[in-house]
C-alpha cells in the first residue's frame, strides 16, 4: 500500500489544519496510508517507509520554521530515490506563495534527486492565529486528491 506522512510545524493549529484537511483529500480516493507527524517527532529511520513526504510550515517572518527548514535539511542526508514530496504553507496578508516557495527552493537545494510532485498549497488564514478562510479549506482537499493523481507507481 502507498504510504503518505504529512510533516508539519504549526503554533496555533490552522498548518495543522491544513495537513489534516489535505490528509482526507487523500484518503477519500482510497487505498493510500497517510500519517501527520508534527516535525518535532519525526523519526528519521522511519522517513524510508514512506513513499510521499508532504511538508507544511507557517510563514514566519516571510519563510519556513526553522524547525522544518531543518528537516528538509536532514532529508539531504537520506538515499530518497522514488520518493515524492510537495509543499503547502499558511500566511496572512499578501504572501502568498512565499513560504512554499522558499521550501521548494530548499528541497531543490539539499534534496536535489526528490522529485516535486505538485507546485506547493498556500493557504490564507485571517490573522495570526487564524482561522484559515472559508473558501481555503476546500482547496486542501484538492490537493490531497491531486497528490492521489501524482503518485508514480
Ligand atoms: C512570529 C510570527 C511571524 C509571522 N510572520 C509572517 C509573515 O512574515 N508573513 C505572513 O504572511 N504571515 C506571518 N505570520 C502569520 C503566520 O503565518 C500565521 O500565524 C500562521 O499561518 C498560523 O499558522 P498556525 O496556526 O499553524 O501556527 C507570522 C506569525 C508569527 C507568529
Known amino acids: 500500500m502507498t504510504r ?4 508539519y510545524e504549526s503554533k496555533y493549529g490552522n498548518t495543522k489544519l ?14 493510500i496510508e497517510t500519517i501527520l507527524c508534527e516535525v518535532k517527532e519525526v ?3 522511519k522517513i524510508l517507509d514512506y513513499d510521499v513526504i508532504l511538508i507544511g510550515s507557517l510563514n514566519h517572518l516571510g519563510r519556513p520554521l526553522r524547525s522544518v527548514r531543518k528537516f528538509i ?6 538515499n530518497l530515490e522514488g520518493k515524492q514530496i ?9 504572501d502568498f506563495e512565499k ?7 530548499r528541497i531543490s537545494e539539499k534534496v536535489p ?12 488564514v485571517q ?14 482537499k484538492d490537493f490531497g486528491r491531486k497528490i492521489v493523481t501524482q503518485i508514480s507507481t
Open 43 to 45: 523519526d528519521f529511520d
Open 86 to 94: 510537495a509543499v503547502f504553507d499558511t500566511y496572512i496578508g499578501s
Open 18 to 31: 491544513v495537513a489534516k484537511t489535505i490528509a482526507e483529500g487523500v484518503r477519500e480516493v482510497g487505498g
Open 127 to 140: 490573522g495570526i492565529k487564524g482561522p484559515i478562510l472559508d473558501e481555503e479549506l476546500p482547496r486542501c
Open 99 to 105: 513560504t512554499v516557495k522558499k521550501m521548494e527552493k
Open 4 to 7: 503518505v506522512v504529512l510533516v
Open 73 to 78: 535539511e536532514k532529508l539531504g542526508k537520506l
Open 113 to 124: 534527486g526528490l522529485k516535486l510532485m505538485v507546485p506547493g498549497l498556500s493557504i490564507k
